[in-house]
């Protein structure tokens, strides 16, 4: 048994939940120093807690187990014709197709049954299903369109606006402005995310276009992809100096930890070179999983409670 859940973490690469997660519990600190939501007036009780960081932990995980598996699920002939991705769980053998069906199904549910813990707030039940949609399409995306990345990008950025909707409740209707810290969170997410999966996927351009399917190396070719991958990390940096105007709470540590995380970037982008990708993974994993979590700890302190 341990064995065989072994094989569904390594599947689903359970590890990368770490890219989405800390931005959603930034937004849940945000949320609620920010005050003025139905949650906040409660958090003076530590146990108030509980019960939307429980919701938004089961959200979290189902929501990528039933994506990722999704994704390995759809892609799993691409996969076994790319050496690269040969030796997949899928392609190889290790486990069945009738397996990760299932998988996808008990996630679906569960994250649906996730979304009751916020009630009687009936927005995170009613965008539910809108939700997994688009998660689950991302699958299909690189089959008609070169903005795969943008996609997958926008997936990931959902994580803190939908976790603000969780939290705040009904204020997000009555007062669209409530929204902004989460929207400029999540569009900071959504750019950083398209810009590592651009350079992630630079390894398969030469695959992806000779077998027709569509990504921003394929069609624009190595080099422009990585200047692209840069702009849109540019961008990245832009909204999170921008976040500390809708959030006036941040403060020195939070500028310490953006400088931080550009130091990061720029050396993400140092690594990788059109005539040598060879170092797409450190690039990929090692500044990639170590930004979320910076910036987290960073907002953790800063905020004033």
Same mark, same amino acid.
């Not at 997949?88 to 069906?101: I, K, M, Q, W, Y």
């Not at 008609?144 to 990008?153: C, D, K, N, S, Y």
């Given at each position: 048994m341990a064995a065989t859940l072994r094989t569904y973490l390594e599947l689903v690469r359970f590890s990368h939940t770490i890219f989405a997660l800390p931005f959603a519990i930034m937004a849940v600190l945000i949320a609620f120093a920010s005050g003025g939501g139905p949650s906040s007036a409660t958090m003076t009780a530590p146990l108030s807690?509980?019960?939307?960081?429980?919701?938004?932990?089961?959200?979290?995980?189902?929501? !990528?187990? =039933?994506?990722? &598996?999704f994704n390995r699920l759809v892609d799993r002939t691409i996969d076994a014709a790319n050496p690269r991705t040969a030796s997949?769980?899928?392609? !190889?053998? =290790?486990?069945? &197709?009738?397996?990760?069906?299932g998988l996808i199904t008990l996630s679906c549910?569960?994250?649906?049954?996730?979304?009751?813990l916020f009630l009687p707030n009936w927005l995170p039940v009613a965008l539910s299903v809108p939700v997994l949609a688009w998660l689950l399409g991302y699958s299909y995306a690189k089959?008609?369109?070169?903005?795969?990345?943008?996609?997958?990008?926008?997936a990931l950025g959902l994580a803190p606006v939908a976790t603000w909707i969780a939290v705040r409740g009904l204020i997000v209707l009555e007062n669209p402005a409530d929204l902004w810290p989460a929207t400029i969170l999540g569009l900071a997410v959504t750019v950083w995310v398209a810009g590592f999966d651009t350079i992630y996927a630079c390894q398969d351009a030469q695959f992806d276009a000779a077998h027709g399917l569509q990504s921003i190396p394929a069609r624009l070719g190595v080099p422009r992809a990585l200047t692209l991958a840069a702009i849109l990390h540019g961008l990245t940096l832009l909204l999170l100096a921008l976040?500390?105007?809708?959030?006036?709470?941040l403060g020195a540590i939070y500028?310490?930890?953006?400088?931080?995380?550009?130091?990061?970037?720029?050396?993400?982008?140092?690594?990788?070179?059109?005539?040598?990708?060879?170092?797409?993974?450190?690039a990929f994993?090692?500044?990639?999983?170590?930004i979320g979590v910076v910036l987290l700890a960073a907002i953790a302190a800063d905020l004033r409670w």
């Open positions: 807690w509980i019960r939307p960081l429980l919701g938004i932990l089961i959200c979290m995980v189902t929501a !990528r187990t =039933a994506a990722m &598996a997949r769980h899928l392609p !190889r053998g =290790a486990v069945g &197709a009738t397996e990760v069906l549910v569960g994250f649906v049954a996730g979304t009751l089959r008609f369109t070169m903005f795969a990345h943008v996609w997958l990008g926008v976040l500390p105007l809708v959030v006036p709470q500028w310490l930890a953006l400088a931080a995380i550009t130091a990061l970037l720029i050396w993400e982008h140092s690594i990788v070179r059109p005539d040598d990708l060879s170092r797409v993974n450190e994993f090692n500044a990639n999983a170590v």
